[in-house]
C-alpha cells in the first residue's frame, strides 16, 4: 500500500501563486507516476499536471506556461508550483500516486485551493 500525505493549499487573491506538495510512503515501486488532479465546484475530476520517474510531464492546456510541475525522486515527493491563479483555478486539489507494474492508483484525501479577491 501506498500512503499520500498532501499540503501547501490555502487562499490566494488573483495573480498569485501557491506551491503543493504530496509525499508517498508505503510500498514504492521504482517506477511511477505521481501528479495532481483537481476537481471544481460543480465539475469533473480532471487531470492537472503529472510526471514520471524518467522525468515526463503532462498538463493540461489551461495551465501551460502558468503551473511547474517537479519530483524529488529520494524523497518520493512531488510538487506543483501554480503561478498566475486565476478564480478558474479554485478547486480541490488530489495528489495522484499509480504504477504500471504492478498495476496500482492511490488518491490523497485532498486539499483546498480557493483563487478570490
Known amino acids: 500500500q501506498v500512503q499520500l500525505v498532501e499540503s501547501g493549499g490555502g487562499l490566494v487573491q488573483p495573480g498569485g501563486s501557491l506551491r503543493l506538495s504530496c509525499t508517498a510512503s508505503?510500498?514504492?515501486?521504482?517506477?511511477?507516476?505521481m501528479g495532481w488532479y483537481r476537481q471544481p465546484p460543480g465539475n469533473q475530476r480532471e487531470l492537472v499536471a503529472d510526471?514520471?520517474?524518467?522525468?515526463?510531464?503532462n498538463y493540461v492546456d489551461s495551465v501551460k506556461g502558468r503551473f511547474t510541475i517537479s519530483r524529488d525522486a529520494i524523497q518520493n515527493t512531488v510538487y506543483l508550483q501554480m503561478n498566475t491563479l486565476t478564480p478558474d483555478d479554485t478547486a480541490i486539489y488530489y495528489c495522484?500516486?499509480?504504477?504500471?507494474?504492478?498495476?496500482?492508483?492511490?488518491w490523497g484525501q485532498g486539499i483546498q485551493v480557493t483563487v478570490s479577491s
Open positions: 495522484n500516486f499509480r504504477t504500471i507494474i504492478p498495476s496500482a492508483t492511490y
Open positions: 510526471i514520471s520517474t524518467g522525468g515526463y510531464t
Open positions: 508505503g510500498s514504492i515501486s521504482r517506477s511511477n507516476i
